[in-house]
């Protein structure tokens, strides 16, 4: 298990795009369309092997018939919604995970294909504490098709109520820069920039 991106959520894109580039003095880039979930993004890079998205709903697509992941029906003003962790081989990954976590879909844009678990009923699993599980399979890894900004996480704090047992769940993921504490739902990620520490939650 590798940290793979960070999922700013919101309902409108500029809107959340422009908080993001407020918080931290950077300039997103162009996303893409997910077609099958009626949703946009627009994407930051954070080194090798890791970026962050702001996705939303888009007005210019048709709704889907099924609910829209990331909980995105309910989005509402920007927030860390979610945290996304890449696994080698998805199938395995959740034969151990938790049945909130989803069941896999395979999707594709450009070059770009990848399995991604998904909750029928689009929600974050633990309220967006245990983590989107993906396994990406062609492709450039998004983080290496994006300008490099000098922005770079330095801390993901997940905090839940059960936050010990959410952890447990996550044993083969060794990343230092995450953390559990107990206490009310709530993300919380630390970036250092070229104007200094920022926090995005």
């Not at 809107?15 to 950077?26: R, S």
């Not at 309910?74 to 890449?86: D, E, K, T």
């Not at 059960?162 to 970036?191: K, N, S, W, Y």
Request: glycine share 12%.
């Amino acid at each position: 298990m590798e940290l793979d991106h960070l999922a700013i959520c919101c309902a409108e894109l500029d809107g959340g795009v422009a908080w993001v580039e407020a918080a931290l003095g950077v300039t997103l880039q162009p996303g893409g369309q997910h077609a099958r979930f009626g949703t946009h993004n627009r994407l930051l890079g954070l080194g090798e092997g890791l970026y962050l998205e702001v996705i939303a709903p888009d007005p210019a697509a048709p709704a889907p018939p099924h609910p829209r992941w990331f909980d995105l029906d309910h989005a509402g003003a920007p927030r860390l919604g979610n945290w996304i962790v890449r696994v080698g081989d998805l199938d395995l990954a959740l034969q151990s995970a938790p049945d909130a976590v989803g069941e896999p879909l395979a999707l594709s844009r450009g070059d770009l294909a990848w399995r991604i678990a998904v909750p029928q009923d689009g929600s974050l699993p633990f309220g967006g504490a245990y983590p989107t599980l993906i396994g990406w399979h062609s492709g450039v890894h998004p983080s290496r098709r994006l300008p490099d900004q000098s922005a770079r996480l330095t801390g993901l704090t997940v905090q839940h109520p059960q936050a010990e047992a959410v952890r447990g769940m996550l044993g083969f993921l060794t990343d230092p820069r995450v953390r559990f504490i107990t206490g009310p739902l709530h993300l919380c990620a630390a970036f250092q920039t070229p104007d200094g520490e920022k926090v995005l939650q």
